[in-house]
């Protein structure tokens, strides 16, 4: 087949987080099997117009906004000869795609974001963001739709009142060749967030969060890996909240890097209120890394409560998690143990594998 992907943004932009990483991950396994897979995507600083990366050819233009515009005019112009089914990747904003192609295609939606545009985005773009999501249902009525838990099923049919048997379930994958037990832990307790710094991850409230912790656990550490639209912030507000040496900011790391991080932590923290999945939690999990996160949608399947990790009600519940912990090293064994186990189950070759199936049942 040739597969044409629309997605926000690539595996190569600074941005890039775990939904870059599901499509790359089943992309470059589509094009090692012998498929022709184009990704379009929006430029950015220092990028190249087109590219290979694994396999796949990257094809940008636009920006953040702007390849909205920009899809359909490459489509009509300089894609559309060349594909015979459409990967649509809806990330808040949708590409619209059955608008400008009749061809096949299957769209991939992680999570609904209605709550997040007020968060990420200023008015009135949050309104028009939340009215664009809204229109899904109408222009995508028959395409197929994989999504990645099934708490994120639950919302787009809750929500967005979408056709339920529209919707399929496929998880996302781990590179357990990368993201396994190291030997040993940083010897003082640190905490690790691993993803992209935008402000509905809350960022902010795991610092606050980190601040409380300290006063019983002062040897405590918190590493914050990634980079994002708040990372300038955020190391400000370290110095307003007096904690920048016990803070340390990594920003874009290497896969490699990554994966020592994740290795040396003891307790993987989100406070993000909203995820599809939360594959950075996973890749903790295969670490034997237990994580902490807010009784969620998405991360409520990624973390399971009590056995790969704990699950908060609210701010003070999630300091009271942290402490309990990074002191009980019996209770972080056994979850490291039961995280390990449960991270095994997921591959990126079953989940290209199941997606191939549907595309090529669409096509």
Not at 84 to 91: G, S
Not at 182 to 188: D, G, Q, R
Not at 191 to 202: E, H, P
Not at 325 to 352: M, P, V
Request: charged share 25%.
């Amino acid at each position: 087949m040739r597969i044409l992907v629309f997605s926000w943004k690539d595996i190569t932009h600074p941005w890039a987080g775990g939904s870059e990483v599901n499509i790359h991950e089943q992309a470059k396994r589509w094009a090692a099997a012998g498929h022709e897979v184009t990704m379009f995507s929006p430029s950015y600083p220092g990028a190249k117009k087109s590219e290979f990366v694994d396999g796949v050819k990257i094809v940008r233009a636009g920006g953040r906004f702007s390849v909205y515009a920009m899809a359909p005019l490459y489509y009509i112009f300089k894609l559309r000869r060349s594909c015979d089914v459409i990967v649509d990747i809806e990330n808040g904003i949708p590409f619209f795609t059955p608008l400008f192609s009749t061809k096949p295609k299957v769209t991939i939606m992680h999570h609904v974001h209605k709550t997040v545009f007020a968060k990420q985005l200023p008015f009135p773009l949050s309104k028009i963001g939340e009215f664009l999501e809204s229109m899904i249902p109408l222009v995508y009525r028959n395409v197929p739709f994989i999504t990645g838990s099934e708490n994120s099923k639950s919302e787009m049919v809750d929500i967005l009142h979408m056709k339920k048997h529209s919707i399929r379930i496929i998880y996302n994958g781990l590179n357990h060749d990368k993201y396994r037990v190291a030997a040993k832990k940083a010897k003082n307790p640190v905490i690790v967030y691993f993803g992209r710094l935008m402000r509905y991850k809350n960022l902010d409230t795991l610092m606050r969060i980190f601040t409380e912790v300290i006063k019983q656990l002062p040897e405590a550490e918190l590493w914050i890996a990634g980079t994002g639209e708040t990372e300038a912030e955020l190391r400000e507000l370290a110095k307003k909240l007096n904690i920048e040496n016990k803070v340390r900011f990594f920003g874009r790391v290497s896969d490699e890097d990554s994966a020592k991080i994740l290795k040396s932590a003891w307790v993987f923290a989100t406070c993000s209120k909203l995820e599809g999945w939360g594959i950075t939690v996973l890749e903790g999990a295969a670490c034997g890394t237990p994580a902490v996160a807010y009784n969620v949608s998405g991360l409520k399947e990624s973390v399971q409560d009590n056995q790969t990790g704990l699950l908060a009600e609210d701010d003070a519940d999630f300091a009271d998690k942290l402490r309990i912990l990074l002191r009980d090293k019996k209770l972080r064994e056994k979850l490291s143990k039961q995280a390990i186990a449960y991270a095994k189950k997921f591959t990126w070759d079953n989940a290209a594998e199941q997606s191939l199936r549907l595309l090529l049942n669409e096509k």
